[in-house]
């Protein structure tokens, strides 16, 4: 069983930065695809906020370029999202997923709240 374990959300105040962190052994596969998503308040469709795709590069949402990176530790363990000049449109709840290469599985982990306010 593939599980996700994500950590470092909180309440922020806009201008400000965080680091979130997402755990899975499964990582080290190198089939599996990290990623992050995001559900905005009231909205019930998680959108994308940044991916690591098969060919190596990243896909970032248009709304974070520039502000946020995705990254993963050596061991291939842990995937990051560093947010800077975080905006209060950016309040959601952040997911880690991976995805499965020629699969339809995805993998999700259980999210973490980030709220960006005064």
């Known amino acids: 069983q593939v599980q996700l374990v994500e950590s470092g959300g909180g309440l922020v105040q806009p201008g400000g930065s965080l680091r979130l962190s997402c755990t899975a052994s499964a990582f080290t596969d190198s089939r599996i695809i990290p990623g992050w998503f995001r559900r905005a308040p009231g909205k019930q469709q998680r959108e994308l906020v940044a991916?690591?795709?098969?060919?190596?590069?990243?896909n970032y949402a248009d709304s974070v370029k520039g502000r946020f990176t995705i990254s993963r530790d050596n061991a291939k363990t842990t995937v990051y999202l560093q947010m800077n000049s975080l905006k209060p449109e950016d309040t959601a709840v952040y997911y880690c997923?991976?995805?499965?290469?020629?699969?339809?599985?995805?993998?999700w982990g259980q999210g973490t709240q980030v709220t960006v306010s005064s």
């Open positions: 991916q690591f795709l098969s060919s190596g590069t990243i």
């Open positions: 997923n991976g995805r499965r290469l020629n699969s339809a599985d995805i993998y």
